[in-house]
């Protein structure tokens, strides 16, 4: 079945330790996105990628970086994570940007000692 | 606008029962909309969309109505099951991103 896959599902690092979190998709959607979520929250898109086109959001923090190598493939990289940055990490695809349905994702939980 | 606040409004039914989850959306620009199911520790699961074209949708056991003049927004479940128990974000897409709405948590009860 075409999905979005985001490995691994729990990651737990250490406070400063560089973590990476990857997605996939088979759509072979143009848009990818990412989004953080915190409890009983929604989902906070952090950016977003048009192809090889990058789209970061004005209040998204430095510390978090994305590379999108192919159609497929995209991560989401905490450079030093902190304490507040432990939450719920969403990819999602679109085939397009306005009017088109995204597909999530289950996420990965991260969680910083 | 952004979703905020600690505390998600709770909506509790007895199974069997219809309910009515209800959003109010920000922009009057906004010309697709979406509702989403999230269960607990999982992704947003998309459940049924409406066009602005559009103020009535169905699909099997929910509707979703659009009120353009308030810029409402509601999920109807018909004989709501247990499996239907989550927390349900109703987003709008006014422009190239989906800004979603508070959410609302949904238990059912036997």
């Known amino acids: 079945d075409a999905m979005v896959i985001q490995n691994p599902r729990y990651q737990v690092t250490q406070f400063g330790k560089p973590v990476t979190l990857s997605c996939s998709q088979t759509?072979?959607?143009?848009?990818m996105y990412w989004y953080q979520q915190k409890s009983s929250q929604a989902p906070k898109l952090l950016f977003h990628?048009?192809?090889?086109?990058?789209?970061n959001e004005a209040d998204t923090p430095d510390n978090f970086q994305s590379r999108r190598p192919n159609t497929s493939f995209c991560f989401l990289d905490i450079r030093s994570p902190g304490l507040g940055d432990a939450a719920m990490y969403l990819c999602?695809?679109?085939?397009?940007?306005?009017?088109?349905?995204?597909?999530f994702g289950p996420g990965t939980r991260l969680t910083v000692l | 606008g952004e979703s905020v606040g600690l505390h998600l409004p709770t909506l509790s039914v007895q199974e069997g029962d219809n309910s009515i989850i209800n959003c109010a959306y920000s922009?009057?620009?906004?010309?697709?909309f979406i509702w989403y199911k999230q269960e607990s520790g999982k992704g947003p699961q998309f459940i049924i969309d409406?066009?602005?074209?559009?103020d009535k949708r169905q699909g099997q056991r929910v509707t979703v109505l659009l009120n353009k003049t308030v810029k409402h927004l509601s999920l109807q479940i018909a004989a709501t099951q247990p499996g239907d128990s989550a927390v349900y974000f109703c987003?709008?897409?006014?422009?190239?991103?989906?800004?979603f709405g508070t959410g609302t948590r949904l238990q059912v009860f036997p």
């Open positions: 409406i066009r602005s074209n559009m």
């Open positions: 999602a695809t679109s085939r397009d940007y306005r009017a088109d349905t995204q597909y």
């Open positions: 759509l072979n959607h143009n848009v």
């Open positions: 922009n009057s620009a906004s010309d697709y």
């Open positions: 987003a709008e897409t006014p422009a190239d991103k989906l800004i």
């Open positions: 990628y048009y192809d090889k086109d990058f789209n």
